[in-house]
Nanobody, 121 residues
Framework: QVQLVESGGGLVQAGGSLRLSCAASGSIANINAMGWYRQCPGKQRELVATITSGGRTNLADSVKGRFTIARDNAKNTVYLQMNSLKPEDTAVYYC???????????????WGQGTQVTVSS
Protein backbone atom coordinates (compact mmCIF):
# COMPACT_ATOMS: atom_id res chain seq x y z
CA GLN A 1 0.00 0.00 0.00
CA VAL A 2 1.11 3.55 -0.74
CA GLN A 3 -0.37 6.62 0.90
CA LEU A 4 0.01 10.35 0.40
CA VAL A 5 -0.95 12.38 3.45
CA GLU A 6 -1.33 16.14 3.14
CA SER A 7 -1.31 18.77 5.85
CA GLY A 8 -1.15 22.52 6.23
CA GLY A 9 -4.33 23.81 4.65
CA GLY A 10 -6.62 26.31 6.33
CA LEU A 11 -8.11 29.78 6.29
CA VAL A 12 -5.91 32.81 5.70
CA GLN A 13 -6.44 36.44 4.80
CA ALA A 14 -5.41 37.79 1.42
CA GLY A 15 -1.71 38.55 1.41
CA GLY A 16 -0.98 35.85 3.94
CA SER A 17 1.02 32.64 3.68
CA LEU A 18 0.48 28.93 4.10
CA ARG A 19 2.76 25.93 3.77
CA LEU A 20 1.41 22.62 2.57
CA SER A 21 3.20 19.33 3.18
CA CYS A 22 2.65 15.92 1.64
CA ALA A 23 4.37 12.77 2.86
CA ALA A 24 4.39 9.54 0.90
CA SER A 25 4.59 6.29 2.84
CA GLY A 26 4.26 2.57 2.30
CA SER A 27 5.96 0.08 0.03
CA ILE A 28 7.91 2.61 -2.03
CA ALA A 29 10.89 1.81 -4.20
CA ASN A 30 11.25 5.09 -6.09
CA ILE A 31 9.46 8.41 -6.46
CA ASN A 32 9.75 10.29 -9.71
CA ALA A 33 7.94 13.62 -9.98
CA MET A 34 5.89 15.05 -7.12
CA GLY A 35 3.51 17.95 -7.37
CA TRP A 36 0.48 19.91 -6.31
CA TYR A 37 -2.79 20.41 -8.14
CA ARG A 38 -5.90 22.33 -7.12
CA GLN A 39 -9.57 22.23 -7.87
CA CYS A 40 -12.28 24.82 -7.37
CA PRO A 41 -15.97 23.85 -7.27
CA GLY A 42 -17.30 23.36 -10.76
CA LYS A 43 -13.86 23.56 -12.34
CA GLN A 44 -11.32 21.06 -13.56
CA ARG A 45 -8.31 20.14 -11.49
CA GLU A 46 -5.32 22.25 -12.54
CA LEU A 47 -1.60 21.99 -12.10
CA VAL A 48 -0.03 24.28 -9.53
CA ALA A 49 3.56 23.07 -9.35
CA THR A 50 5.70 20.00 -9.92
CA ILE A 51 9.21 19.00 -8.98
CA THR A 52 11.35 16.16 -10.31
CA SER A 53 13.49 13.89 -8.19
CA GLY A 54 16.44 15.97 -9.33
CA GLY A 55 14.84 19.21 -8.16
CA ARG A 56 13.70 20.69 -11.44
CA THR A 57 10.52 22.69 -10.89
CA ASN A 58 7.57 23.78 -12.98
CA LEU A 59 5.02 26.30 -11.74
CA ALA A 60 1.77 27.54 -13.21
CA ASP A 61 1.96 31.10 -14.49
CA SER A 62 -0.72 32.15 -12.01
CA VAL A 63 1.49 31.29 -9.02
CA LYS A 64 4.98 32.16 -10.27
CA GLY A 65 6.70 34.58 -7.95
CA ARG A 66 4.33 33.71 -5.09
CA PHE A 67 4.53 29.92 -4.61
CA THR A 68 7.58 27.72 -4.19
CA ILE A 69 7.75 23.93 -4.40
CA ALA A 70 10.44 21.88 -2.68
CA ARG A 71 10.98 18.27 -1.69
CA ASP A 72 12.94 16.21 0.80
CA ASN A 73 13.79 12.94 -0.94
CA ALA A 74 14.98 11.33 2.28
CA LYS A 75 11.54 11.92 3.81
CA ASN A 76 9.52 11.28 0.62
CA THR A 77 7.91 14.64 1.25
CA VAL A 78 6.96 17.55 -0.98
CA TYR A 79 6.17 21.05 0.21
CA LEU A 80 4.30 24.00 -1.27
CA GLN A 81 5.10 27.39 0.22
CA MET A 82 2.34 29.81 -0.71
CA ASN A 83 2.94 33.52 -0.18
CA SER A 84 0.94 36.60 -1.13
CA LEU A 85 -2.19 34.50 -1.28
CA LYS A 86 -5.20 35.79 -3.22
CA PRO A 87 -8.89 34.90 -2.93
CA GLU A 88 -8.62 33.19 -6.33
CA ASP A 89 -6.16 30.72 -4.79
CA THR A 90 -9.06 29.27 -2.80
CA ALA A 91 -9.38 25.60 -3.72
CA VAL A 92 -8.84 22.05 -2.58
CA TYR A 93 -5.16 21.29 -3.05
CA TYR A 94 -4.13 17.76 -3.98
CA CYS A 95 -0.71 16.17 -3.72
CA UNK A 96 0.42 13.90 -6.56
CA UNK A 97 3.40 11.58 -6.90
CA UNK A 98 4.70 9.14 -9.50
CA UNK A 99 5.69 6.11 -7.45
CA UNK A 100 7.19 2.74 -8.22
CA UNK A 101 6.25 0.26 -5.54
CA UNK A 102 8.64 -2.31 -4.14
CA UNK A 103 9.03 -5.19 -6.59
CA UNK A 104 7.11 -3.16 -9.16
CA UNK A 105 8.23 -2.29 -12.66
CA UNK A 106 6.17 0.71 -13.64
CA UNK A 107 5.51 4.09 -12.03
CA UNK A 108 1.88 4.81 -11.09
CA UNK A 109 0.14 8.04 -10.17
CA UNK A 110 -0.93 8.43 -6.55
CA TRP A 111 -3.07 11.20 -5.07
CA GLY A 112 -3.60 12.58 -1.61
CA GLN A 113 -7.03 13.14 -0.11
CA GLY A 114 -6.90 16.90 -0.62
CA THR A 115 -6.62 19.80 1.77
CA GLN A 116 -8.79 22.92 1.71
CA VAL A 117 -7.16 26.31 1.31
CA THR A 118 -9.45 29.30 1.75
CA VAL A 119 -8.24 32.86 1.23
CA SER A 120 -10.54 35.59 2.48
CA SER A 121 -10.55 39.08 0.97
Amino acid sequence: QVQLVESGGGLVQAGGSLRLSCAASGSIANINAMGWYRQCPGKQRELVATITSGGRTNLADSVKGRFTIARDNAKNTVYLQMNSLKPEDTAVYYCNAEIRRLFGVLFDDYWGQGTQVTVSS
